[in-house]
């Protein structure tokens, strides 16, 4: 079966086109795929024939200009919850051959008693438990033991987040053929986060079951995140081996000539965020926050994401409350810092203290930075960076990441400064710090991790008023690579940093005494204050 126009539409928003949907149909078709998923009914959305999304039955047909497949099987998914019951018309009035429904764990026996409708109205009904991996052996037997009395056509392993290894495929197959009525069809559907994806197609074309098999794909792999199997490579394969006479020719020409354009524009596929999705068998989405804080070691993410509760790792109970509590909660390393907040207020207390930011402008106005502080004599501190290039009194140092880039370079600084850190990092010998400061105390005050902030909020906590800033750039979303004065700072692309520091900024400027804030080099970030 190919699902590219239904799971690929993650990737374009379901807009294929209406040409380019039925070529993918005809194609598939043609090349002697068995079935072909065209999309999904919802009925919460409009007619659009560009997409692959149908707000009732009837859309399938308008799109498709009543032109079905002569060979193959037309299915349509359904996510259980996004299509009104009463829109279900009789398999007699439509193009369709089948329904496949997919299902949370949390909602099954109201998606068993809708499948049942399904079936009921004459449709080859399919059972997609979505993270089949997510269930225990005795909740899966439960479930097994339900569909087994529907009788549907068919029902898939659904590996949603790509974590199994062959073990893991091989421990599913086996309990699941062994418990489900021979009659029924085994679907196995996979995600590429391991990199696995097309291996187990192959050895799951290769059981030999009790029962009649159906193994999913899409072309070049299209779909969320890590992606999916592709088509063009189990088709290669079946015909390879003799199993099925295929057309693959049909399928490449569909590869080239309609979804390639996709994959140009797009990023699925492998990659850290999907991979850490999978040995941590939890949605993406907490792999995307923890990443977006820039803040965590690779270490410090997997630390979190073991601490998440079993049944709270799926999409459906991903939430950004919970997310930053756990964040919050993994960066509660407590230390009383009421002596080195002392020792620092009796250093800079009553001077002016300059903070250079790691922006592009240190580089290119380093001519007025230099002369403001040979004018103005203020204590000099850097914020996440050390360099031999800039003399400077302090480092103040908020983010572990920033840390493990400059463990190399310490030892290399012939006039080093005063390392202050947060208690979020844990420090090694070979890069000696001199204060910690408690981290949650002041993310607390800011509302929000942009490190310059929290300094900013500790320098408030022991009265200093003074402060001049240079290198706050703020970033060009644009060009997210050329916002540092050494180009291996960077991290990589960054969407809409800018906000959040704006805010942050506010808070601590405007929260309790007033203090004078100098911007010594041009910055995105004043011109909105």
Not at 231 to 253: A, P, R, W
Request: aromatic letters at 10%; charged letters at 25%.
């Amino acid at each position: 079966m190919d699902y590219t126009l239904r799971d690929g539409g993650y990737i374009n928003d379901w807009k294929f086109g209406n040409w380019t949907i039925r070529s993918v149909v005809t194609r598939l078709d043609s090349a002697r795929v068995d079935i072909i998923e065209c999309g999904f009914l919802d009925s919460r959305v409009k007619y659009n024939k560009d997409r692959s999304l149908y707000p009732d039955i009837p859309s399938v047909a308008k799109t498709l200009a009543n032109s079905p497949p002569k060979r193959a099987s037309l299915v349509a998914m359904i996510d259980y919850g996004t299509f009104k019951q009463e829109l279900l018309i009789p398999k007699s009035e439509s193009i369709l051959d089948g329904i496949w429904l997919i299902f949370k764990k949390e909602n099954v026996d109201g998606a068993l008693s809708y499948a049942q409708e399904i079936k009921r109205l004459g449709y080859k009904l399919f059972l997609n438990p979505v993270a089949l991996t997510s269930y225990r052996d005795i909740e899966i037997l439960r479930l097994l033991d339900s569909i087994n009395e529907i009788k549907p056509f068919g029902m898939s392993i659904v590996d949603t987040y790509g974590l199994m290894f062959d073990n893991d495929m091989k421990k599913y197959i086996y309990f699941i053929d062994s418990n489900l009525n021979p009659d029924i069809t085994l679907g196995y559907h996979t995600h590429n986060n391991l990199q696995m994806g097309n291996a187990h197609c192959v050895s799951f074309i290769n059981w030999n079951l009790r029962r009649t098999k159906i193994v999913d794909s899409s072309i070049l792999g299209m779909g969320k995140n890590a992606g999916n199997a592709c088509t063009e490579l189990v088709c290669s394969y079946i015909e390879k081996i003799g199993l099925k006479q295929m057309d693959v020719n049909h399928v490449f020409e569909c590869a080239y000539g309609d979804i390639l354009k996709f994959a140009i524009k797009s990023n699925w596929g492998y990659g850290l965020d999907n991979l850490l999705s999978a040995i941590h068998d939890c949605s993406p989405n907490w792999i995307k926050f923890l990443m977006k804080k820039h803040t965590l070691s690779i270490k410090s993410i997997r630390v979190i994401l073991d601490s998440l509760p079993f049944e709270k790792r799926e999409v459906s109970y991903f939430s950004k409350e919970l997310a930053e509590q756990k964040y919050l909660d993994y960066m509660d390393k407590h230390v009383d810092d009421g002596g080195a907040r002392k020792a620092l207020q009796e250093a800079w207390m009553g001077r002016e203290v300059i903070l250079l930011c790691p922006g592009k402008t240190l580089k290119t106005h380093r001519k007025e930075i230099d002369e403001y502080i040979a004018a103005r004599q203020p204590i000099v501190v850097t914020v996440n960076f050390l360099t031999d290039t800039i003399s400077a009194d302090y480092a103040f140092i908020g983010n572990s990441i920033r840390y493990s880039q400059m463990m190399g370079v310490y030892s290399e600084i012939k006039s080093k400064p005063q390392i202050l850190l947060t208690s979020n990092i844990v420090p090694i010998d070979a890069f000696k710090f001199d204060y910690t400061f408690n981290y949650k105390t002041l993310y607390e005050s800011v509302g929000g991790d942009n490190v310059t902030v929290l300094l900013i909020a500790l320098m408030k906590g022991i009265g200093v008023d003074r402060i001049a800033i240079a290198g706050m750039d703020g970033f060009d979303e644009t060009n997210s690579d050329d916002c540092f004065f050494d180009v291996n700072m960077r991290f990589g692309p960054s969407d809409n940093v800018n906000q959040p520091l704006i805010e942050q900024l506010r808070r601590i400027i405007n929260a309790g005494d007033a203090i004078d804030i100098r911007w010594i080099t041009p910055s995105r970030i004043k011109e909105t204050l």
